[in-house]
């Protein structure tokens, strides 16, 4: 599986207006009135560009999706049901990330993707200037290097026992068996645990650890980002929708499920039959 990126890039695509589909969605506090503000254009076969002009539009999309491991993606030509696309997210000063995606379900005004990879750092990536962005020092980039040039065997030994600094390096590695070896790091915090579980390459073992580890399945944060995660199991998906709080479930009912099962029993859930 090609890895996802997370990065800013300049991609040389410019967005022309008459390329551009509204992503018509009400503003907070209208009725009856769509932004038009968030927009998007498709660049070639299976990728987009994504532009938010406002931060509010941003920001409201990083709360209900992205945030989720998810994203709308306006589109005339809707993308094939599970299809991979990649998206470039253009922030309001500017700012890009390109991500990779799977199209989950159809919208009205076009598809809902699963994200892959980690999402926490988007919001903060596209709030940025471009000319802003942070640069490693050469003590930093030489860590990261380092720690992300390890054999294998050496990655799932530092799991247990690695530091902060070293976590949050490891926490990004594609391999699974790392991510559950740092699950056995006493020192992990949730928000780590968070980010394992929106990962793209979370696997059986791992989802199961998390939900057996009572504190962890506990926290609302790690239970929403595993029934937003497309490799979470669908017994394991179920079973946590039943346990979410009613705002935690809309979102699923009306499309953000990453299955037709998962979408099925938020509907009854919200209908007080679950």
């Given at each position: ?16 207006p ?34 938010f ?13 992205l945030?989720?491991?998810g ?42 993707l699963?994200?892959?990879g980690?999402?926490d750092?988007?919001l ?30 050496e ?16 926490v ?8 559950y ?40 944060d ?21 346990t ?18 998962l ?12």
């Amino acid at each position: 599986m090609a890895r996802s990126r997370i990065r800013l890039k300049p991609t040389g695509v410019k967005v022309e207006p008459a390329r551009l589909h509204g992503n018509r969605r009400a503003r907070p506090g209208t009725t009856g009135r769509y932004d038009e503000r968030v927009k998007a254009a498709r660049t070639g076969a299976g990728r987009y560009v994504v532009e938010f002009e406002r931060e509010d539009e941003l920001r409201g999309e990083h709360r209900t999706s992205l945030a989720h491991g998810g994203l709308r993606l306006p589109a005339v030509e809707k993308p094939a049901l599970f299809s991979k696309v990649e998206v470039t997210l253009r922030g309001p000063l500017g700012a890009e990330v390109a991500v990779h995606g799977t199209v989950v379900a159809p919208l009205a005004d076009g598809v809902a993707l699963a994200i892959e990879g980690i999402t926490d750092a988007i919001l903060e990536v596209l709030l940025a200037s471009p000319a802003g962005e942070p640069a490693l020092d050469g003590k930093d980039r030489s860590s990261w290097d380092r720690l992300r040039g390890l054999p294998r065997a050496e990655k799932l030994l530092l799991g247990p026992k690695a530091d902060r600094a070293e976590r949050l390096v490891l926490v990004q590695d594609n391999d699974p068996q790392v991510l559950y070896s740092l699950l056995k790091n006493p020192r992990i915090t949730v928000d780590e645990v968070v980010r394992i579980a929106k990962s793209a390459y979370l696997v059986y073992q791992t989802a199961e650890l998390i939900l057996k580890t009572s504190q962890w399945a506990a926290n609302i944060d790690v239970r929403v980002a595993l029934v937003h995660n497309p490799k979470t199991p669908p017994a394991f998906a179920l079973r946590i929708v039943a346990t979410l709080p009613e705002a935690e479930v809309k979102p699923i009912a009306r499309g953000a499920a990453t299955s037709m099962a998962l979408k099925q029993a938020a509907l009854k859930r919200l209908q007080g039959g679950g």
